[in-house]
């Protein structure tokens, strides 16, 4: 049984950073990809980073694209989202997830069986 386990949130004013981590309880990851997903209050969760963990190839969502960078750094088990120039609209629940493949990662959480509890992210004035 995979577990995750996200910290790092908190509340930033627009224009701020905050990372991110999603601890993995694994000392293997070379078979997963990791992604990183959000969800605002009223809506449906989106994918937003995610990384293979063997090749280190990512993609993002084109909204974060250019502010957040997903990282990893497999001696600590855990992947990063760094993220840049937050706006109001980033606003939401950010969960970490693992999907079993060596295969380029998707942002479509039907792929990911294992997730984390989620961690808050307020962007306010």
């Known amino acids: 049984q995979l577990q995750l386990a996200e910290s790092g949130g908190g509340s930033v004013q627009p224009g701020g950073s905050l990372r991110l981590s999603c601890e993995i309880s694994r000392s293997t990851l070379d078979d997963y990809a990791i992604g990183w997903f959000r969800q605002a209050s009223g809506k449906e969760r989106e994918g937003i980073a995610c990384i293979n963990i063997k090749d280190g190839s990512t993609a993002y969502r084109n909204s974060v694209k250019g502010r957040f960078t997903i990282s990893r750094d497999s001696a600590k088990n855990t992947v990063y989202l760094t993220m840049n120039s937050l706006n109001p609209e980033d606003t939401a629940v950010y969960y970490c997830?693992?999907?079993?493949?060596?295969?380029?990662?998707?942002?479509?959480?039907?792929?990911?069986?294992?997730w984390g509890q989620g961690t808050q992210v307020t962007v306010s004035s």
């Open positions: 997830a693992a999907d079993r493949t060596e295969d380029p990662c998707i942002m479509q959480r039907v792929f990911y069986d294992w």
